[in-house]
């Protein structure tokens, strides 16, 4: 099969729709800062703290979440995920909106199925692209090789291997005006409501700092929902880049849910590193 620029293109673009719900805002993660660095003295940091390593230690949740990246991009993403260890899980992936949506219909792809195991992830394409990919209806990625799709795909690999629901309480315990909002319910749940906003000058991790003012971003507000249980029940993420307005929600619930991902095919599976060098 020849292989042409405009489907390698649309083939970097799948890899990176894939990573988006997982990476568009949650892995703006930062390492810690010192303790006398941040507003230590607000009362609302403990349960914060508390939350975190809450969620962080229930292991895998059902997630829900719905992206909109500017003009470029909006889909949503339904599923679930696993950070007991190396990240892994399955999300359905609809495209809802903007120029990749388009790309991606013109290759006859409006969702895809999307498994991420602990070296690589797999997107499934569906019949119309495997008519021209001689029949193979699978993607992988392997996390190492995403470089190759520039602009940043080996950070995006770095980003999901890091990307766990607590990172959003993470980046909200670097806001210097954390305040609580108030007792709300979601999702028929008893949740408290926690706000903050989050200066990029602020991120103690100088590489995270480059990447987010490298894409034009300033500023990310972060509001999140915790119950009874000091899990995270909604996050909600928005900042601003070059290409427009960033907003990520999600929802989580089925804590400690069982994760069971399997690799595709052999056969049925093309290898995006492989498939460059046709």
Not at 53 to 62: I, K, Q
């Amino acid at each position: 099969m020849k292989w042409t620029t405009g489907r390698r293109c649309a083939c970097s673009v799948a890899a990176a729709a894939a990573l988006t719900p997982l990476t568009a805002c949650t892995a703006f993660e930062s390492s810690p800062k010192p303790e006398k660095d941040r507003a230590a003295t607000s009362e609302f940091f403990p349960a914060l703290r508390l939350a975190e390593r809450s969620t962080d230690r229930a292991g895998s949740a059902r997630v829900r979440s719905t992206t909109v990246m500017g003009t470029q991009l909006s889909v949503e993403a339904d599923g679930a995920l696993d950070w007991g260890g190396a990240l892994t899980g399955t999300l359905t992936i609809t495209y809802t909106g903007g120029t990749t949506a388009e790309t991606m219909r013109g290759l006859g792809v409006t969702s895809m199925e999307a498994r991420y195991l602990s070296d690589a992830y797999y997107a499934r394409m569906g019949d119309a692209f495997a008519e021209k990919a001689d029949g193979r209806h699978w993607l992988k990625y392997v996390y190492e090789d995403l470089e190759a799709l520039g602009g940043g795909g080996a950070n995006l690999a770095d980003q999901m291997r890091n990307t766990t629901p607590n990172q959003s309480v993470k980046l909200l315990l670097d806001s210097e005006d954390v305040r609580k909002v108030g007792a709300e319910t979601v999702s028929g749940q008893a949740t408290t409501h926690y706000s903050g906003t989050v200066e990029v000058g602020d991120v103690a991790d100088a590489e995270l700092r480059r990447q987010l003012e490298g894409a034009g971003v300033t500023t990310q507000t972060v509001d999140i929902w915790v119950d009874d249980r000091d899990l995270l029940v909604k996050k909600v993420e928005k900042g601003r880049t070059a290409t427009g307005e960033l907003t990520q929600t999600a929802y989580y619930s089925d804590y400690g849910v069982r994760v069971s991902v399997r690799k595709p095919p052999a056969d049925d599976t093309e290898d995006f590193k492989e498939l460059l060098e046709k």
